[in-house]
């Protein structure tokens, strides 16, 4: 008998943002795959007859590569085993949920995916930060300032347009490749722009800044990951002076 | 005494898609604004004692503009009440959140405001479509069919780029359009798109399509509102052939 996969979206830390749905789905597991981002009072939900299996990812002591968490996965699935696998936020953003569907998918196992807050909701909620607005807004972008591959990073210029609200997900280390690659393309210095640190968590902190500003006070400020950054671009804002990036360019 | 304002996301509409956090205002509030979009069983919560106040917009019968939502939320604060105001998805998100805060902030009432799963998350995890894939999809757009002014309509055609996937609220009448826009700018037809209708509710439906068939598929199907449109357009895919627009422009 195969097992199940639950992929589940627990929310940006705080264990009240959890779904009804996901708290049911950790209970009802035999098997719970998390890593260090779960709190643990979400982790506490789960049967005292489940096993609590840590899969965090290389850069925490004891983590591991997703090869080896894919091949522990189907090593669990192919026992019959309820897997609960964890994720923050929400599983489909930034959360290698692909690969780990396609385990599931390979051997033919059940899978269900319970939706969660992201963070940058969350975090939207917290700092009182509309990411659309009427006649202002229209669109809402969620992108990374990490990558797989360096040649293949976002085109950060290209996202964000007038109307256009963009949150940066892990970019407090690119804070000033985004506002020179955005500035080089005419976006106003002056745009209004926030860090969001720990959201979700006790110990949140809300750095507001502009974006010919980021960097500076990324570091007077100390902004660490796990951080959000938003950027907004009202319809109106696209009055504002705009200096022209230099013609030789100011290539990054 | 002045009231207090918690704006609500309550999900796409199963209840169980309510984080605990959204379950516990609504049972705390003494007067709860909601509109169609809301399930009954979230409103269930409620205590008795409250009064539930229908605020629909004007397109449903009895239903109200905005400037008269913003009226009587301002008249319940005045009048100390503890205002639920639910709204369905995430309130950040196309919910005129900016609007019911600054009614709030003039007074200087109390705000708390609570995340919710939006419902292209939601639609996402219910069809298995990651919206986010390392290396293929580094960037995900929400963007709205429908617009405040005809003049200021999203610029789809600049949303949609390789690494991106877009999700379109309310954007079945726009079918037509944003596939002609798309086209025109050379995105490939053949992209993989899907219409998914009634997020969050038994009767949930998903369309697979392609970019070159959106309004067809939709027209055939007979895709109704509320419906998200999901273009995925990885990296890869752009080694697809493309056929140019026309020289003349095929302006819509």
């Known amino acids: 008998m195969l097992g199940k996969l639950t992929l589940i979206g627990c929310g940006p830390g705080a264990s009240d943002l959890l779904t009804i749905r996901a708290a049911r789905r950790i209970v009802e597991a035999d098997i719970v795959f998390h890593d260090r981002l779960v709190e643990a009072d979400v982790l506490e939900l789960a049967s005292p007859a489940a096993t609590l299996q840590y899969v965090g990812k290389k850069c925490t002591d004891g983590g591991r590569q997703q090869t080896d968490i894919n091949s522990m996965l189907r090593g669990a699935l192919l026992a019959g085993r309820?897997?609960?696998?964890?994720?923050?936020?929400?599983?489909?953003?930034?959360?290698?949920?692909?690969?780990?569907?396609?385990?599931?998918?390979e051997l033919g196992a059940e899978i269900e995916i319970v939706p969660g807050v992201t963070a940058a909701l969350a975090a939207a909620a917290?700092?009182?930060i509309p990411v659309t607005e009427r006649a202002e807004l229209q669109s809402f972008v969620v992108t990374t300032g990490r990558s797989a591959n360096k040649d293949k990073e976002p085109d950060w210029a290209n996202l964000l347009k007038p109307g256009i609200c963009v949150a940066f997900y892990m970019s407090v280390a690119q804070a000033w490749r985004i506002q020179t690659?955005?500035?080089?393309?005419?976006?106003?210095?002056?745009?209004q722009a926030e860090w969001v640190e720990n959201v979700g968590k006790p110990d949140c902190r809300r750095v507001e800044t502009r974006l010919d500003r980021l960097a500076l006070d990324a570091r007077q400020h100390r902004v660490r990951n796990p951080a959000i950054l938003f950027i907004r671009y009202p319809l109106s804002a696209t009055n504002v002076e705009v200096i022209p990036a230099p013609a030789d360019g100011m290539t990054i």
């Open 181 to 191: 690659a955005l500035m080089a393309r005419g976006v106003p210095g002056s745009l």
């Open 82 to 105: 309820h897997v609960a696998r964890l994720k923050s936020g929400d599983p489909m953003i930034f959360g290698r949920a692909a690969e780990e569907i396609a385990v599931a998918v």
């Open 126 to 128: 917290e700092c009182s």
